[in-house]
């Protein structure tokens, strides 16, 4: 099979090490003014450790991924439109195709020491390599046996040979180091991946370490402040987010070795995979946390499918810390709650309580700097909590307390009575007490009963295998729930002893609820073993949610224009409430083929990979579109899961061919486009050169 496009697009990469001016000169460092060496070879001083290794598996690798790529979309054909590209870099003859090549980058020491790039390129034959490098504007200028120079027009790169190799860098003095093999140096990575990125932690200096995390714990500090108008409890919970994030990358920075990410294309199983892979030093807090985080088996194991439209779960352990400040999070949570039943009984809005004198934030003995996790902002005064508020959070509490996080999602596939699709969502969450939550929460819907904004509340409406369910439906529904889970939806809430359930949809969904549950309840989950344990996973079937969006696009344009409408009305009665000129709101153009914004651009019209065309008016002419074509099969889910391992911890991307194909078909579009722009051009040239 003659090489595809995707080999003379990969070409790049291939030429990148070769050529690494154009990609580091004005990013990285300044270019080097020494062109030449001298006759006295440098004393090599010392073993380069590299800070981080850049690598591709091999040139043969690579293009037989990309064979397949186009293999998978049926368009061989695109080979023939790029057979000669090859050439224009001598088809890369001397470069050997089956080792590795890629850049490592290196520490300038210094007082900040600043990072540079040695790239590899493996050779096979010298002379044709040679020959390779010379087939355009640049030459090729012989040092000494094992240096020689690559001239262009304005950059010049040193090259220094060693074993199968040739080593490139922006300064002479860049080569003067015992570099490691690069076959050996990259083993463990191109096994695994065709292309992978590694930071190697232990190479960074304390000092830069500590300098990085200063800055961060200040930003961190600076970006968590109290925004005006923030509600207490999501003020108190993107806290604790960011500074459970500030943890894990404190302990990543300095108990971390090794972070990897990495991408691989298996053509046996028909999958891509994309990773972010840590290990943590041994016997490490950092190493500790990342094995226990699956230690325990969800709850919820039984009924973890990847056959629906979309799974999420979660079963992972807290942290001391972490489970600190989700109780603390709570106690702000519980005084919110307090406040908005109040208010939802009565009808009115509670007044607020008398504000606190200001007071000054608390300070470090040592640094004089604001405690971690403190804020200047005083604390409210709590208002007495409701038994019925106080059982609900009283459990949350114990749950976070107890350290194990437990719960899951999902959307079940259902027909709507026009054979458009939509869903049911439900889902369940492991608590601790839970019989105390259950009696809390049935109290306060009991209080609510009645009121305005719900449309109907019914307790009590069934029971099974210990489970209380009541049914909820709310005053108001928007026309986007409508679409998604059907005509009049409501929510069923399930109580028990051990969880809390919910389901989302038509009176169907109350029975679905009760068949997951009985899958839940059919035997406790087993202990899983380690290859097994996963803490988080989430799998979404793209066709599924691809078929919902084309059988309501309509009507979600109708909602998405009547809520622009409304909100331009809004901006208007603003704008003359504070004396404007009245004006009359323009006409709605979307039915004007050409109708666009101040861009010019067609209202709605998309441009990028994966072709354009009016988004809200779909050319009726053109063919299936490109994510159509894609997930035409079964095979269009995607898999993310965090898991322990044995060294550390891994988050993995696993894509079905769908995807691969989708990303083929894009491809395979801007070829088709570029071909037909070329000849285009080459018939206009044709008639003016008929008309001279």
Same mark, same amino acid.
């Given at each position: 099979?003659?090489?595809?496009?995707?080999?003379?697009?990969?070409?790049?990469?291939?030429?990148?090490?070769?050529?690494?001016?154009?990609?580091?000169?004005?990013?990285?460092?300044?270019?080097?003014?020494?062109?030449?060496?001298?006759?006295?070879?440098?004393?090599?001083?010392?073993?380069?450790?590299?800070?981080?290794?850049?690598?591709? $598996?091999?040139? !043969?690798?690579? #293009?037989?991924? @990309?064979?397949?790529?186009?293999?998978? =979309?049926?368009? +061989?054909? *695109?080979?023939?439109?790029?057979?000669?590209?090859?050439?224009?870099?001598?088809?890369?003859?001397?470069?050997?195709?089956?080792?590795?090549?890629?850049?490592?980058?290196?520490?300038?020491?210094?007082?900040?020491?600043?990072?540079?790039?040695?790239?590899?390129?493996?050779?096979?034959?010298?002379?044709?390599?040679?020959?390779?490098?010379?087939?355009?504007?640049?030459?090729?200028?012989?040092?000494?046996?094992?240096?020689?120079?690559?001239?262009?027009?304005?950059?010049?790169?040193?090259?220094?040979?060693?074993?199968?190799?040739?080593?490139?860098?922006?300064?002479?003095?860049?080569?003067?180091?015992?570099?490691?093999?690069?076959?050996?140096?990259?083993?463990?990575?191109?096994?695994?991946?065709? $292309?992978?990125? !590694?930071?190697? #932690?232990?190479? @960074?200096?304390?000092?830069?370490?500590? =300098?990085?995390? +200063?800055? *961060?714990?200040?930003?961190?500090?600076?970006?968590?402040?109290?925004?005006?108008?923030?509600?207490?409890?999501?003020?108190?919970?993107?806290?604790?987010?960011?500074?459970?994030?500030?943890?894990?990358?404190?302990?990543?920075?300095?108990?971390?070795?090794?972070?990897?990410?990495?991408?691989?294309?298996?053509?046996?199983?028909?999958?891509?995979?994309?990773?972010?892979?840590?290990?943590?030093?041994?016997?490490?807090?950092?190493?500790?946390?990342?094995?226990?985080?699956?230690?325990?088996?969800?709850?919820?194991?039984?009924?973890?499918?990847?056959?629906?439209?979309?799974?999420?779960?979660?079963?992972?352990?807290?942290?001391?810390?972490?489970?600190?400040?989700?109780?603390?999070?709570?106690?702000? $949570?519980?005084? !919110?709650?307090?406040?908005?039943?109040?208010?939802?009984?009565?009808?009115?809005?509670?007044?607020?309580?008398?504000?606190?004198?200001?007071?000054?934030?608390?300070?470090?003995?040592?640094?004089?700097?604001?405690?971690?996790?403190?804020?200047?902002?005083?604390?409210?005064?709590?208002?007495?909590?409701?038994?019925?508020?106080?059982?609900?959070?009283?459990?949350?509490?114990?749950?976070?307390?107890?350290?194990?996080?437990?719960?899951?999602?999902?959307?079940?596939?259902?027909?709507?009575?026009?054979?458009?699709?939509?869903?049911?969502?439900?889902?369940?969450?492991?608590?601790?007490?839970?019989?105390?939550?259950?009696?809390?929460?049935?109290?306060?819907?009991?209080?609510?009963?009645?009121?305005?904004?719900?449309?109907?509340?019914?307790?009590?409406?069934?029971?099974?295998?210990?489970?209380?369910?009541?049914?909820?439906?709310?005053?108001?529904?928007?026309?986007?729930?409508?679409?998604?889970?059907?005509?009049?939806?409501?929510?069923?809430?399930?109580?028990?002893?051990?969880?809390?359930?919910?389901?989302?949809?038509?009176?169907?969904?109350?029975?679905?609820?009760?068949?997951?549950?009985?899958?839940?309840?059919?035997?406790?989950?087993?202990?899983?073993?380690?290859?097994?344990?996963?803490?988080?996973?989430?799998?979404?079937?793209?066709?599924?949610?691809?078929?919902?969006?084309?059988?309501?696009?309509?009507?979600?344009?109708?909602?998405?224009?009547?809520?622009?409408?409304?909100?331009?009305?809004?901006?208007?009665?603003?704008?003359?409430?504070?004396?404007?000129?009245?004006?009359?709101?323009?006409?709605?153009?979307?039915?004007?083929?050409?109708?666009?914004?101040?861009?010019?651009?067609?209202?709605?019209?998309?441009?990028?990979?994966?072709?354009?065309?009016?988004?809200?008016?779909?050319?009726?002419?053109?063919?299936?579109?490109?994510?159509?074509?894609?997930?035409?099969?079964?095979?269009?889910?995607?898999?993310?899961?965090?898991?322990?391992?044995?060294?550390?911890?891994?988050?993995?991307?696993?894509?079905?061919?769908?995807?691969?194909?989708?990303?083929?078909?894009?491809?395979?579009?801007?070829?088709?486009?570029?071909?037909?722009?070329?000849?285009?051009?080459?018939?206009?040239?044709?008639?003016?050169?008929?008309?001279?």
């Amino acid at each position: 099979m003659a090489k595809s496009f995707l080999r003379r697009w990969f070409l790049i990469a291939v030429a990148f090490p070769i050529f690494p001016c154009e990609f580091t000169a004005d990013s990285l460092m300044a270019q080097s003014t020494n062109s030449s060496k001298t006759d006295v070879q440098p004393v090599v001083k010392e073993k380069a450790i590299p800070l981080a290794v850049l690598c591709a $598996a091999g040139v !043969e690798r690579w #293009l037989n991924t @990309v064979d397949y790529v186009f293999e998978a =979309i049926k368009r +061989d054909e *695109l080979s023939d439109f790029v057979g000669g590209q090859m050439s224009k870099v001598n088809d890369l003859k001397g470069v050997d195709r089956d080792k590795p090549f890629g850049m490592l980058i290196f520490l300038k020491p210094g007082l900040l020491p600043q990072p540079y790039p040695v790239s590899f390129v493996p050779i096979k034959n010298l002379g044709e390599m040679i020959g390779t490098l010379t087939t355009g504007v640049t030459t090729v200028k012989k040092i000494d046996e094992t240096h020689y120079d690559i001239v262009t027009d304005n950059n010049t790169i040193h090259a220094k040979l060693a074993g199968e190799y040739a080593w490139l860098a922006q300064e002479t003095d860049q080569l003067d180091y015992e570099f490691p093999n690069p076959a050996d140096l990259t083993a463990r990575l191109t096994k695994r991946y065709d $292309a992978a990125f !590694e930071f190697n #932690l232990t190479s @960074v200096p304390e000092a830069i370490k500590l =300098i990085f995390l +200063d800055f *961060l714990r200040a930003s961190t500090e600076t970006a968590t402040q109290q925004r005006d108008g923030e509600p207490d409890g999501a003020y108190q919970l993107r806290r604790v987010n960011a500074l459970n994030t500030v943890d894990f990358i404190e302990q990543l920075i300095l108990q971390g070795e090794r972070l990897t990410f990495g991408l691989s294309v298996d053509q046996k199983t028909k999958h891509a995979t994309i990773e972010a892979d840590v290990v943590a030093k041994s016997d490490s807090d950092f190493s500790r946390l990342l094995q226990d985080m699956a230690s325990r088996p969800s709850y919820f194991n039984n009924v973890l499918r990847d056959d629906v439209p979309l799974t999420f779960s979660m079963s992972t352990m807290l942290t001391p810390s972490n489970q600190k400040r989700m109780a603390e999070f709570f106690d702000v $949570a519980e005084q !919110e709650a307090t406040t908005q039943l109040a208010n939802l009984i009565s009808g009115e809005k509670k007044p607020e309580l008398p504000k606190p004198e200001p007071v000054e934030p608390q300070l470090t003995p040592t640094s004089g700097k604001p405690k971690r996790g403190s804020s200047a902002k005083p604390k409210k005064p709590k208002q007495p909590v409701p038994p019925s508020v106080r059982d609900v959070f009283d459990s949350l509490r114990a749950t976070s307390l107890a350290g194990h996080v437990d719960f899951f999602v999902q959307f079940l596939a259902e027909e709507s009575a026009d054979k458009k699709p939509q869903f049911t969502f439900l889902g369940g969450g492991k608590v601790a007490d839970g019989s105390k939550l259950a009696g809390g929460l049935s109290e306060i819907l009991r209080q609510i009963k009645g009121r305005p904004q719900l449309a109907a509340l019914d307790l009590n409406i069934d029971e099974h295998k210990g489970v209380t369910f009541h049914r909820i439906r709310g005053s108001e529904i928007r026309r986007t729930d409508e679409i998604m889970y059907g005509d009049k939806p409501a929510l069923y809430v399930g109580l028990s002893s051990q969880a809390i359930w919910f389901a989302i949809g038509q009176p169907s969904a109350l029975d679905q609820l009760k068949l997951v549950i009985d899958k839940v309840q059919a035997g406790a989950p087993q202990r899983p073993g380690a290859e097994s344990r996963v803490a988080i996973q989430f799998t979404v079937h793209a066709k599924r949610w691809l078929e919902f969006g084309e059988s309501n696009q309509d009507e979600f344009r109708r909602v998405a224009e009547g809520a622009r409408e409304k909100s331009e009305a809004k901006d208007r009665a603003v704008a003359e409430a504070a004396g404007a000129k009245p004006t009359e709101a323009a006409p709605a153009n979307n039915d004007k083929p050409n109708a666009g914004d101040n861009s010019g651009r067609p209202r709605g019209q998309r441009r990028g990979l994966f072709g354009g065309g009016p988004l809200n008016r779909p050319d009726p002419n053109a063919g299936p579109s490109i994510p159509k074509q894609a997930f035409s099969g079964d095979d269009d889910m995607v898999r993310i899961d965090v898991r322990p391992t044995d060294l550390g911890g891994r988050l993995k991307f696993e894509f079905d061919e769908g995807f691969v194909r989708l990303v083929g078909l894009g491809v395979s579009s801007q070829i088709d486009a570029a071909n037909k722009r070329e000849k285009e051009r080459q018939e206009k040239k044709k008639e003016a050169e008929a008309k001279n």
